[in-house]
């Protein structure tokens, strides 16, 4: 869908265009995981949470079990793998999804939330969350993060793969706007710089932080437009940028897409934590 030949004017906008394509949060995830960035991010948290056969793991906001088969397959069927998310329709697919890659046995995806678990003390080896706090404001992220403290042996892995939207940056002509809605990005969202401020709150949990790495991560024009619409939306409604401004901007992105010169990149963040 990411081809610019195909953008006809018919009275939508560009990102709304592009959005029409986009299809949902399930797709926006499984895009975000497969991609060239994506995908390395995936696996320096897999390493990092040092799997082994027999190995008892839990993934917060696993989504339509965007990592819980890998972790399922590295433990074997010795080990234990559970998926939490609030969404009973993820929850759905992701046992599915187990199902048919015939891991089932031993993993289990359940509605819920990421505090309080219904797990005893030191009742997993590693916990594992990708793109979730951003969406918890932080009182909840601190009562998430004491409870990976609680549910994890100690000496296990807390792995934390999360964003900092301040740092969103776009190639287009008008930088003002850019700006503006950048902005705004990461003040809609319930944590949106909570990239930024991951060691602080691993350390406040009572976690033993060992590692925090920064990545540059590329969006495509899909990812790129599921992000941005609600936020120009909001921004449009609240006279934060005007029609003009925004389809000025857009006609920019559009015209770097047709070279091959569109860009967005956004910072994600890699912290490796100890249970003490």
């Not at 040092?50 to 079990?65: E, H, M």
């Not at 969404?87 to 187990?98: C, L, S």
């Not at 549910?151 to 939207?165: C, I, K, M, P």
Request: charged fraction near 20%; charge should be negative.
């Amino acid at each position: 869908m990411d081809n610019p030949d195909t953008f006809t004017p018919s009275g939508e906008s560009y990102m709304e265009y592009l959005d029409s394509s986009g299809g949902s949060y399930r797709d926006y995830l499984d895009s975000i995981a497969h991609s060239l960035h994506g995908t390395k991010l995936k696996c320096v948290a897999r390493e990092a949470m040092d799997l082994q056969p027999g190995g008892r793991v839990i993934d917060i906001g696993c989504g339509p079990a965007t990592d819980t088969i890998e972790f399922a397959e590295e433990v074997g069927p010795d080990g234990q793998v559970v998926g939490i998310d609030l969404d009973p329709g993820m929850v759905a697919i992701a046992n599915t999804r187990a199902m048919d890659s015939g891991v089932d046995g031993w993993t289990n995806h359940l509605v819920g939330a990421a505090s309080p678990l219904p797990y005893p003390a030191d009742a997993f080896d590693s916990w594992h969350a990708e793109r979730v706090l951003q969406h918890m404001p932080e009182i909840a992220v601190h009562t998430a993060l004491m409870e990976a403290q609680r549910v994890v042996r100690s000496g296990g892995r807390v792995v934390v793969v999360d964003t900092d939207w301040g740092t969103l940056a776009v190639s287009s002509g008008p930088v003002g706007v850019e700006r503006r809605l950048v902005r705004l990005v990461g003040q809609r969202m319930a944590n949106g710089y909570v990239g930024r401020h991951l060691p602080r709150l691993l350390r406040r949990a009572g976690l033993v932080v060992e590692v925090v790495e920064p990545y540059a991560v590329s969006l495509g024009q899909d990812s790129f437009a599921y992000v941005m619409l609600p936020t120009v939306r909001h921004a449009l409604a609240a006279g934060y940028v005007t029609p003009v401004e925004v389809r000025v901007w857009e006609q920019n992105l559009l015209d770097f897409a047709a070279t091959g010169d569109f860009l967005a990149v956004v910072t994600m963040f890699v912290l490796v934590a100890r249970s003490p």
